[in-house]
Structure formats: C-alpha cells, structure tokens
C-alpha cells in the first residue's frame, strides 16, 4: 500500500517541462483569496499546435501565488502543492496543473498555473441558480421515520417525474444555463468520480466541499485545492496567516477529524456526504440553525442534516450512510460511484 501523497512530497520532483516564461502568462484580476494565496485569472500565450505558421493561443488560467511573496513557509507550501500535482495524472472531474513559474522564487516571483473554469465555483454557482431551477422532484405523501437514528429524522417520499408526467410549461423551459434535478445528479457523480481518483493515489482532499469544486461552461466539476494536503495537519498549518487562528471547515468535517485532526478517505467522505447536502439544497449552509459551539454535542446525539427538498429518499440514504458515527461503515468513494451509477439506471 502506498504512503499518502503529502507523505512522499520530500521525494517528488518537479519535472522541468512545466515550466513557463514569464513573459508568456499575462495575469489579471483577483478571483480568490485563500488562507495562504490568491488566486488571479490570466491568460498563457503559447503556439498553437495546430497552426502552420507561427501563431499564438492566449489560454484563459487560474494563476495562485502565495499571500506574503518573500514568505519562505508560504513559498514551501506552495511549491509542494506544485509537486503533488506534477505527480497526480490527468482526470476530467479534478483540476489540472498548466504549468510554473519558479526561476525567479528567491525574488519573491512564484506562480502556479492550472486550467479555468469559467464558472468558477460550485457554491456560487448552484446559489446563482436557485431561481431558475427546474425541479423534477414530487412528493409522494407522508414522510415516514428512519429508525436507525435516534432523532427522529424523517424520510420524504419523493419520486422522479418520467418525462411524460412533466407539464407543458417544465418541458419548454429553455435547455442551456438553468439548472434541473438531473444536473444535481451529475454533479453528485462527477464529484464522487473525482474523489475516487484521488483516493486511489492516495490523496486525501481534507476540504472537500461546493467552495472547493469548480465548475466549466459545460458543467463539468473539477475538483479544486486538493494538493494542499498538509493544511490542516497540525495546529501550525492553520495558524499561518498572521500568526492568528483560522477557523477550521468544522460544518465539513468528520467529527474524528475535529477531535484528532486526523483524515482519511473516510473523513473525506463524511465530507462529501456535506457536499451533496450543499448540492440538493441549491447551496444552504449545512446545520444553518446550530451554532458552531453546539455543532459537536448535536452531532453526537445522533442529528444530521434533514432531507433537501430536491433530494431523492436514496440519496438522502446514501448522505446518512457517508455520515455514520464510525468511519469503517461509511461507504468508500468506489461504493459512492456504484451507488449513484445503479440509482441513475434505476431511476432515469
Ligand atoms: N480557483 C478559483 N477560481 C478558479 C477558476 N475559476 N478556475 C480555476 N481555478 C480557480
């Protein structure tokens, strides 16, 4: 069994065939500040490949450099997200490295470059949606009780509209940037695609949520920031900026990791159970109405997030099932891609 990524990054080299010239990537506006970066959008002039004569394509990229540019901890940080992307193969549902710029580090010039998603991120994204979204979701009468919690969680029955059963008005919305229930379930699965790729690495994502999932013009997911593999090690990582305290993702978080800062494919799945809550809900902030100080006690007493409007009884199943109390019964990301592949046959 291979070490985690993070693990091996002391023997990860960065190959030279990343590297670009300075004088090739134009950068622009800022699109995001993380803990320890930004983000800009920009743009790399490079020849085209497909062109005779010489010409040059200007590729829209997301460029990220560190927040302090002569911070050697920061400047480290960055360079070994740098290197486990170097090291991590292409997958269509995960973001991919373009290129570095690292000849002039020591003057503070340290650049690295991954492809853009015009969409930007998935959060925003489903929140921008909420208006025109075409749910094809019904009730089917009273809910029933899940006894397998010790809250009373109830379970909506709810089914799929065949395409038959859809009024008039449902079917002629217009097909292009609206959202439908059938996008959500995309999303699901490219997500957990993702997540299954890189747990094969191994690489654990320790922040998977909507904030940290792009989305293309053509709504495909890539999945974001998962070379920072160290973050949330120990207390250091997180205290980095300015030496203050920066809260962790504790509403993301498997409540072992909270208590142990440990993380595990599994704690990544507790985590991607929050993400689908965050994607049949069109974007709520998971367990809205409890307070970061009773989150801990509310969880250990058996409550979870209730079943979004939009989601289907299965899939809220399989949510419960990514937030089980023990790790070890939480499905694994494979399972998650089989689950929601046999509910798209069952159900489509
Ligand atoms: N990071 C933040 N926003 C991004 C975007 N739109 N594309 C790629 N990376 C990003």
Redesign the pocket.
Known sequence: KLLPIEERADYLRYPEEFEIARENLEICEK??SGMFGF?N?GYLSMADPKSQIEYKTRLPV?IKSTKKSFDMELQTMLFEELKIMCAIEKHPNV?SLIGAVTTNMRKGEFYLV?????N??LLNYLRKHRETFHNTLIDMGEPVIDENYLVPNSIKKKKYLFDDQQTESTRLLPSGDHLSTSDLLSFALQIANGMEFLAAVPCVHRDLAARNV?ITSSKICRI?DFGLAKRYTDKNYYRIKNGKQVNLPVRWMAPESVQTYKFTEKTDVWSYGITLYEIFTLGNRPYAQVPNEQLEEFLRSGMRNEQPEYCHDDLYALMKNCWHKSPDVRPNFNTCVHYLKAHLKECA
């Open positions: 699109i995001g983000v959008k997301a973001i991954t492809e853009y998603a015009d930007g991120d792009l974001a």
